[in-house]
């Protein structure tokens, strides 16, 4: 059976200009998740996204785990875009014009007694107008969204070897749409798992020679439990 390793990236950077960015704490997390990783995987293949944020969280984890194994993979990390997260920000500001203002938006928001409780309540009614609209003001529809993403996973199980262990640095979202093909859910449910998953928790899945996947585990985070290291959803 090959592996397929499904990442999410360490905590970005959540009420910053750049919020494409892993913060202190995300690139703690990475260190620790690539510790973890060389106690339980040799990877035959590395990939991720091409936002800062993934491609940082697979730096960060490739430093910690040759640390932990004290020897270099020498494996190329090949980036593919069909892995990064949807647009939240074009999401939202489809759901609130003002929003279109990214001063106002991040103003608005700190503002609040629980600015990241507020930001997720916005999130998520934003997200759930989308899931259902086929608006052309979205740089991305969800359907296409889905289509791309399972479009990789398909293309990862195509062309590789059977007893290969991948591992993909990627986001929430862009993880639960693979899960939701491989558990057969809706949409909301899918995203019910997008809104549980942890900064670098680990999901793992498999494959036969016939391509069928399965998962194996979800949102594994015991890598920052263990290590007394914060566990942060955003």
């Known amino acids: 059976m090959a592996e397929l390793y499904l990442i999410?990236?360490?905590?970005?950077?959540?009420?910053?200009?750049?919020?494409?960015?892993?913060?202190?704490?995300g690139a703690a997390q990475a260190q620790k998740l690539g510790q973890a990783l060389a106690k339980l995987v040799k990877p035959t293949q590395l990939m991720c996204g091409s936002l800062n944020r993934q491609?940082?969280?697979m730096d960060h984890m490739l430093a910690?785990?040759?640390t932990a194994c004290d020897v270099k993979l020498g494996l190329p990390v090949q980036v593919n875009p069909d892995f990064?997260?949807?647009?939240?920000?074009?999401?939202?500001?489809?759901?609130?014009?003002?929003?279109?203002?990214?001063?106002?938006?991040?103003?608005?928001i700190l503002s609040q007694k629980e600015p990241e409780k507020v930001f997720h309540k916005l999130y998520r009614k934003a997200v759930m107008q989308w899931l259902g609209d086929h608006s052309t003001e979205y740089s991305e529809t969800f359907e296409s969204f889905n289509q791309?993403?399972?479009?990789?996973i398909d293309g990862i199980i195509k062309n590789a070897n059977r007893q290969e262990c991948i591992v993909v640095v990627s986001s929430a979202g862009a993880i639960s749409m693979c899960l939701q093909q491989?558990?057969?859910?809706?949409?909301?449910?899918a995203f019910e798992l997008n809104e549980m998953m942890a900064n670098t928790a680990i999901t793992r899945?498999?494959?036969?020679?016939v391509g069928d996947l399965n998962l194996s585990y979800f949102n594994n985070f015991q890598h920052l439990s263990l290590s007394d290291t914060k566990v942060t959803y955003r």
């Open 8 to 25: 999410r990236h360490g905590q970005a950077s959540f009420g910053k200009e750049n919020y494409d960015a892993l913060s202190e704490l």
């Open 55 to 57: 491609q940082q969280t």
């Open 64 to 66: 910690g785990y040759e």
């Open 84 to 108: 990064n997260e949807f647009d939240h920000e074009n999401v939202l500001e489809v759901f609130n014009p003002d929003f279109k203002n990214r001063e106002f938006m991040t103003k608005h």
């Open 148 to 152: 791309r993403v399972n479009h990789a």
């Open 182 to 189: 491989v558990l057969d859910i809706s949409p909301i449910k």
């Open 205 to 209: 899945l498999v494959f036969n020679e």
